[in-house]
């Protein structure tokens, strides 16, 4: 996985992670933290959480072989 990869999924998480709070708590902690919705540096995280989603849509069309990293070794005996 690629460090833009890697960013991207990481954004992801945050924007679930804050989706998660809207649902059930009502609280929005990308604007608590960055100065409410329509704050220039809240619009511009939720865009990079957007286009980080986009990114890792590729990801859903991997084969499964280039995900996994580790090789698999036989058990010896």
Known sequence: MSAIQRI???LT???AINWGLIGF???DLVAAI???QDAALSRIIYG????AGLIN???LFKPTEEI???PHTEPTR
Do not use: N, T
């Open 57 to 59: 849509l590729g990801l």
């Open 48 to 51: 990079l959480v957007g286009i």
């Open 25 to 27: 708590f009502q609280f």
């Open 13 to 15: 998480i945050i924007g």
């Open 8 to 10: 991207a999924l990481v």
């Open 34 to 36: 960055f100065g409410g």
């Open 68 to 70: 996994e990293r580790e």
